[in-house]
C-alpha cells in the first residue's frame, strides 16, 4: 500500500496553495470581520477546476477522484475554511446531489453552469426544527398538475444568499415517513424562494450561511431529481462522501493552527531561549502532528473506498469523527503555545479555534457519526 501522491497530486495541492495564498489571505482578517462571501474569487476557484472535482469531464467537470477533492478541500481549509466549506458545500452537496440523482438532461442542465463556477450551489435539508433528525422535516410539496408547490424554511444553509439554485428536500407523502421525502432542484430566480436570515456566526465567517424560504415556490415536475420519495436515501449517499470533506476540512484547519503553533514557538523566546526548546511545547506539537497524520489517513481510507464505489458510510464517519475532534484538541494547543497573543485576532490562532468547532456539528454531529459506525459495525457491515 503506498501512501506518496503522485506528481500530478502534489501539482494539483500546489496549485491549490497558491491560489489560497495570493486570492484569500490577503483580505482574510477583513472578510472575517465582515463576514463577506468573496464571490468573485470563488467563481475564480470555478476557472481552476476547484467546483467540480470530482465532476466527470463531459459535464465541465475536473474529473479528479476523492483523494484529490481532499486534498483541495485540506489546502483550502489550512488558509481559510469558512472558504474551504463553501468549495465543499459546492461540490459535494449541491453539484454532487444533482450529478447522483439527476438525469442525463438534467446533468447536461446544470452541471457545466456548476463545475465553471457561473453558478453557485446551495443544497436544503436541514430545518428549524430538525437537524440530527433530519427526516422530522416540515418544507412540503404538493403536486398540482405539471408543477410541485412548495413551502417551509430551511436553515443554516451554506451560500444560500448568493446560490443560484439549490437542491431541497420536501416532504411530498407525509405517511411514508424517511421514503416520503423527495428532491427538487429549485433555480433561485424563481418566484416564491429566497434567502432569509443570515446568521452571525462565531466561525467560519467568509462562508455564507442562511436561511432559505420557500412560499408557494413552483417547480416543474421535470425539476424532481431522481425518483419520488428517494430524495431522503440519496441525502443520506450524499452526506456519505461530504463527511470526507468535512474530515478534510478538519484536517486543514488543524494542521494550519500547528504550523502557525510550530513556527510561532520557533520565535517567542522565554528564560533566554526559544519557547520550542521546552518539552512542554515539543510534546504539544508532537501529539499535533501525529493526530493530524493519523486523521488525514483516515480520510485518504474513506476517499479510497469511495472512489472504488464501494460502500463508504462507516468509513466516512469514522474519518469525519476522529479528525473534527483531533482538529478541536491541535486548535486548542495551537492557543496554549501562542499564550496571550492565542486570544489576540492580530496572529492566527484563535481564528483556528473559533473556525474549528463546526466540523464537530456540521453535516451530522459527533454523537452521530458515532451512532452510524456503531450501527455499522453491530450490523456487520462494512467488516
Known sequence: MDFRLTDEQK???????????????????????????????????????????????????????????????????VVDSGFGLSVAAHNSLGTGHIYLAGNEEQRKKWLPKLTSGDWIGAWGLTEPGSGSDASGMRTAAVKDGNEWVLNGTKNFITNATCADISVVLAVTDKSNQKHGITAFAVEMDRKGIRPGKKENKLGMRVSDTAELVMEDCRVPNENVLGKIGYGFIDAMKILDGGRISIGALAVGIARGAYEAARDYSKQRTAFGQPISGFQAIQFMLADMATEID??????????????????VTQYSAMAKLFASEVAVRCTEKGVQIFGGYGFIKEYPAEKYYRDVKLCTIGEGTSEIQRMVIARNLLAGVNQ
Not at 484569500?24 to 474569487?41: N, R
Not at 493519523?294 to 473506498?305: D, F, P, S, V
Open 294 to 311: 493519523a486523521a488525514r489517513l483516515l480520510c485518504y481510507r474513506a476517499a479510497t473506498i469511495k472512489d472504488a464505489g464501494e460502500r
Open 11 to 77: 501539482q494539483i495541492q500546489t496549485m491549490v496553495k497558491d491560489f489560497a495564498e495570493s486570492e484569500i489571505k490577503p483580505h482574510l482578517f477583513e472578510w472575517d470581520e465582515a463576514q463577506h462571501f468573496p464571490v468573485p474569487e470563488f467563481k475564480k476557484a470555478g476557472e481552476l477546476g476547484l467546483l467540480g472535482v470530482t465532476i466527470p469531464e463531459q459535464y465541465g467537470g475536473a474529473g479528479l477522484s476523492y483523494i484529490d477533492y481532499a486534498n483541495v478541500v485540506e489546502e483550502l481549509a
